[in-house]
């Protein structure tokens, strides 16, 4: 494969370039010194630098033509990775003025994991040295590479002991368990201008995110910057510590704490050629995972799909085949106005389907209003401890994890409160901050439940060091949903975690209750105050529903009474 800047070639030098593209050189050099002749030979009668990718076996996989000053890299998604952690590649290319490695070669090393990075010095089209570098498995006096000293061509033996020897140090870093095979491997990255702490809250909510979505966590980076790069979203030195860390841990995910916008999902992974996926997407996939009823499937599936098709690229040369088949008329679809074609029919689709359930749903409502049952509503923060109460309060079998999103479908049950008062309590989804915009609007037919409710009882895990930041976004949420206006109990759950002062100061500054969710002796104060809320809404409710009889005219038809 020959790639660059071939334009204005002669059909003789192509020629040349196919023949270097044929050749193949001893595993155990790094390039051979017929072929570092060839390379520079070519390069002088261009006047453009010439390279090669080398694979471990020596062969040829690509010839690249730059310009004067610089080479360009193809795409390396296509070549087979070797099995290790480096891309199982080394680049040898020329310097026209006898340079040295350039920042642009060492940033190529590091980024795309090659095996080394060799830069042929010549004169007068002759090669005279070797000058290379290899990756690092921790940092030499703050570099990520290793400079090699200067060599002959054809006398630098080994390279394949070498680069075995090389991989076992990045393995022994942190060798892959048995156990956790199959598992994503992360590194996550927080990109912020909030404070130090507030970062730190946000990145330990975003780590708790990927323990539920299954993800291995291998390390954490927080930085803090005014202004973020459009771009990269970090710096690319900063990127380039990560691109290090990734190699030596054996990640194969980068997961952002900001949500990215399509272009820089793009850079980044054109840059570190690792999966990259942003907070969003991550809460997306523990939905998906974790959606149970035909309606949360239907809702998950909307928000991934609106996820997604802003995203969809060009980039894959695959999408831009046409597709017109045979009696087509015109030159038909591209493979991408296609996809988007299918992703906004299939959008239609679901948009029926939930409106289907948005009705069922309102006739369950219905035949519970026409039971005079009042509704409460469990609603707070996710990993709040809302189905474990629910658990205990009527004696069922929710599954309560302790992961964020553990319930994603509502469940109701009847409780019974002393004095035979008889009431529906619902647990819903967990709130969670910046949960995304589609996902809220996909919901949207699961939080109506919460329009029903008598009374909310909001559970608040007070054994959270954030709980007063939890409750901010559990109201500001509320108010969004125009759920405000209900009646809301506040109910402080897990005080088994943490010392009673602590509830006690909670207790003062919240109107509220106390209590541990998997102790039915502490409820005792919640179903009084539940209680009350109940029988005070109805009162009102009843009020309310005498004022309309008293104002109904003698006059009135009967049929309108019906």
Known sequence: MITGNTSGLKTAQLKGLERIAGRRVSPDLVVSPELAKELCAVAFELGRQVGVLLSRSGQVEAVMVGDHKTIMIPALKQFKASGGRLKGLRCVHTHLAGEDLSEDDLMDLLFLRLDMMTVVKMEQGNATRLYSAHLAPQPVQGRNWILLPPEIPGRQGHFREFIAGLEDEFARARPVREIDAGRDRAILVSVTPLSKARAQESMDELVELARSAEVIVLDTVVQRREKINPRLILGKGKLGEIMLTALK??????????????????????????????????????????????????????????????????????????????????????????????????????????????????????????????????????????????????????????????????????????????????????????????????????????????????????????????????????????????????????????????????????????????????????????????????????????????????????????
């Open 249 to 562: 841990l054996n990640a194969n995910l980068l997961i952002f704490d900001q949500e990215l916008n399509p272009s820089q999902v793009r850079s980044i992974t054109d840059h570190t050629e690792q999966r990259v996926i942003d907070r969003t997407q991550l809460i997306l996939d523990i939905f998906a995972r974790r959606a149970l009823s035909r309606e949360g499937k239907l809702q998950i599936e909307m928000a991934q799909l609106k996820y997604m098709l802003p995203r969809l690229t060009t980039r894959d040369d695959a999408l831009s085949r046409l597709t017109g088949g045979i009696g087509g008329r015109g030159p038909g679809e591209t493979r991408l106005e296609v996809d988007r074609r299918r992703i906004n029919d299939r959008l239609s689709k679901l948009a029926k389907k939930l409106k289907e359930v948005s009705r069922e749903r309102e006739q369950r409502r219905s035949r519970r209003r026409k039971k005079d049952l009042p509704v409460l509503s469990l609603v707070g923060y996710t990993n709040a401890g809302k189905s474990t109460l629910l658990n205990t309060l009527t004696k069922s079998a929710i599954v309560a994890e302790d992961k964020l999103f553990a319930t994603l479908d509502p469940t109701s049950r009847r409780l019974r409160f002393p004095e035979d008062v008889e009431v529906i309590i619902t647990d819903t989804v967990g709130f969670i901050r910046h949960l995304p915009e589609e996902l809220l609007k996909a919901f949207k037919a699961t939080l109506e439940e919460l329009h029903e409710a008598d009374v909310l009882v909001h559970v608040i895990d007070v054994s959270n060091p954030r709980c007063s930041d939890h409750i901010q976004v559990v109201e500001e949420l509320l108010r969004e949903l125009e759920l405000d206006d209900l009646p809301c109990l506040k109910v402080f759950n897990k005080i088994d975690l943490v010392a009673p002062e602590v509830v006690a100061e909670q207790l003062r500054l919240h109107e509220a209750v106390a209590l541990s969710a998997r102790d039915a002796a502490t409820f005792g104060s919640f179903l009084d105050r539940a209680r009350s809320l109940v029988l005070k809404k109805w009162q009102k409710r009843g009020e309310h529903a005498q004022s309309e009889i008293q104002e109904i005219s003698p006059d009135t038809p009967a049929s309108l009474l019906i």
